[in-house]
């Protein structure tokens, strides 16, 4: 399991940076819109300029997953990014469903690695027992440098 979560790591890494990064570069120029109510859609993703926090979470999500650090934080951030790619591909332009489908399976993997990390989300109410700072004591300085 360790392999393929380091494997889907990079990958998703990887195709996240890469999307972030060339949506930047296509700001001026952007693609050739598709037909129908998807080609609108990409008009006013690229004229209103919400393609630059788009692709600013995209790559700087890739990049802390590339880094292998903060990956649950990464997770969390690209979580909402695939899951707009999933229904935009649902929705307007379904040929793009099995690669959204590949990266969602890619978080999934990495997200199940980390799932402890996400388990307090689905607690119906958090536990008012102990202080926070009781759940996860911060490491000291001398273990932040050893790791």
Same mark, same amino acid.
């Given at each position: 399991m360790n392999a393929t979560s380091t494997v889907a790591r990079i990958l998703l890494g990887l195709v996240f940076l890469a999307a972030g990064v060339s949506g930047f570069l296509l700001i001026s120029h952007p693609p050739a819109p598709?037909?129908? #109510?998807?080609?609108?859609?990409q008009d !006013?993703?690229?004229r209103s300029r919400w393609v630059l926090f788009v692709d600013g !979470?995209?790559? #700087?999500g890739g990049a802390l997953l590339l880094a292998n650090r903060y990956v649950? #934080? *990464?997770?969390? &951030? #690209?979580? &909402? !990014? $695939? &899951?707009?790619? $999933?229904v935009f591909h649902l929705?307007?332009?379904? *040929?793009?469903?099995p690669v959204a489908a590949v990266v969602a399976t890619l978080?999934? $993997?990495? *997200?199940? +690695?980390? +799932?402890?990390?996400f388990a307090p989300l689905f607690e119906q109410r958090p536990s008012s027992s102990r202080p926070a700072a009781a759940a996860r004591p911060y490491r000291t300085t001398t273990a932040l440098l050893r790791a």
């Open positions: 598709p037909p129908g #109510l998807a080609g609108a859609f !006013v993703f690229f !979470v995209e790559a #700087l649950p #934080l *990464a997770l969390a &951030a #690209l979580a &909402a !990014v $695939i &899951a707009n790619i $999933i929705t307007m332009a379904p *040929a793009g469903l978080w999934a $993997i990495l *997200a199940y +690695r980390h +799932r402890t990390s």
